[in-house]
């Protein structure tokens, strides 16, 4: 995630990736009060840092829940499964909420493509599923644009997870590729 635009395409607004899953959008944005849906991301913090477990638990597996539910390109409910276990979801949940509000503990929204100079040399593979709506193609088409030299590897049938078929197979060759290479 290059953190420009990702976060409210899919964390924020309904007409990002909530207008392609409004069913599952519906379940994320439950447990937050209309009053506070104008910023998701902090209304979901207050109760990912909350010290009332039921609070922090019903947030957790609506976020994790979203995030799990949106990942493959069809729904794979085993997947989905694991994000609604009380553990699993609070951790998964506070991680990445925390890494968004510090804004990725980057200085900028672009800071990977502004700085990719400084990267430009190391062997690298860019693993997109088309079908991504947690990371929208467009950001690797972006940072490929701005290194050149990064090998992108654009799957025709995937989303989000590193565990779907495609997705897989490119990282495995990917390392396979750099593992030979040594």
């Known amino acids: 995630m290059l953190r420009r635009w990702e976060l409210e395409w899919f964390y924020q607004n309904p007409g990002g990736a909530g207008a392609l899953f409004p069913d ?80 990725g503990f980057f200085r900028s929204d672009s800071q990977l493509l502004e700085d990719v100079g400084r990267i430009r040399k190391i062997p690298a593979v860019i693993v997109q599923g088309r079908y991504d709506v947690v990371c929208p193609m467009k950001s690797a088409w972006d940072l490929h644009r701005a290194w050149p030299e990064a090998d992108l590897r654009i799957v025709p049938d995937a989303g989000h997870a590193a565990f779907e078929a495609g997705n897989t197979h490119e990282l495995i060759s990917a390392t396979d590729r750099f593992a030979k290479s040594r």
Request: proline share 4%; hydrophobic share 40%.
């Open 24 to 103: 599952m959008w519906e379940h994320y944005v439950e447990p937050i009060p209309e009053n506070e849906r104008a910023d998701m991301m902090g209304a979901y913090y207050k109760r990912l840092t909350s010290e009332d477990a039921g609070v922090l638990g019903k947030a957790a597996r609506a976020w994790s829940v979203w995030e799990g539910a949106t990942s493959y390109l069809r729904l794979n409910p085993d997947y989905v499964a694991k994000f609604r276990e009380g553990a699993y979801a609070v951790a998964f949940a506070r991680i990445e909420c925390h890494y968004f509000v510090n804004k």
